[in-house]
């Protein structure tokens, strides 16, 4: 199977604009990622997928550039313009503000395309500020490890130890985090983006959920890694100090 894992990159941002193009220890945030993507063995490219000049041109130095319209409602959108025109069985999109993303965690995500049209990642949460933290979004799983439901309240809902204390909570059961990482199959992309924003998937604002209210399901591989986001301007230090870490 042809993977292709695709970046999205957008200059606009409220809250740090220009943050693809921003230094974090000397390279791009774009290059950072990109190299970390770079060491998946399950990749067979890396993709950047932009509607900027500006990313493209600092882009294209280092990998292969996709200019897209500037319009598109979502990330998914963005990546199935791209995947529609490239030739691959399937296709990875890996967020573009994580410098840090485990080359392991991709190719976790990409594996296990080989037996469902969609995937992505979780890790159980320990944060104890991360339970009912709606930023944080909860995902629940089968026997068989696929998505039952995406949620930003904390489920499942514990009921014999709802007003226990948080670190109580998480003893009780393994609750876990969604990672903001996706495969899909390449049809099974260019399929779902043509049906319309779903009712759950409107109330939560997960796109995911998309997928689930038309039956697609998502398998959920679990994985010992936390991502690292840069959001803010400040959250540069933060990677940065973690780069000089031996």
């Known amino acids: 199977m042809k993977i292709i894992g695709i970046i999205p ?37 890396v993709v950047v997928a932009t509607d900027d000049e500006r990313i493209a041109r600092v882009a294209q130095a280092f990998c292969r550039v996709e200019m897209t319209l500037a319009d598109h409602p979502s990330g998914s959108d963005r990546i199935a313009e791209v995947a529609g025109r490239l030739a691959g069985d399937a296709v ?25 049209e ?8 320990t944060n104890f500020a991360e339970l009912d933290n709606p930023n944080v979004v909860k995902v629940v799983v089968n026997a068989a490890g696929r998505a039952l439901y995406f949620s930003r309240r904390t489920i499942p809902y514990l009921r ?15 609750f876990l985090k969604h990672l903001g990482i996706y495969g899909y199959r390449r049809e099974t992309l260019l399929r779902l983006v043509k049906f319309p924003v779903s009712p759950l998937e409107n109330a939560e ?42």
């Open 92 to 116: 990875v999109n890996i967020q573009g503000d994580e410098p840090l993303i485990a080359p392991a965690v991709i190719d976790a995500v990409a594996d296990a395309l080989a037996q469902n």
């Open 160 to 174: 014999e130890a709802a007003s226990r204390p948080v670190p109580e909570q998480l003893a009780a059961f393994p």
């Open 118 to 125: 969609i995937s992505t990642a979780a890790t159980p949460i």
């Open 9 to 45: 990159a957008r200059y606009a941002s409220t809250r740090f604009p220009g943050k693809p193009l921003a230094l974090i220890a000397g390279k791009s945030l774009i290059q950072r990622v990109v190299e970390q993507c770079q060491k998946a063995k399950s990749l067979s490219e």
């Open 205 to 246: 604002k997960l796109e995911q959920l998309r997928a689930l209210e038309h039956g697609i399901g998502i398998a959920v591989v679990k994985v010992d890694y936390d991502s690292v986001g840069v959001d803010l301007p400040e959250d540069v230090k933060r990677v940065e100090a973690i780069l000089r870490k031996p």
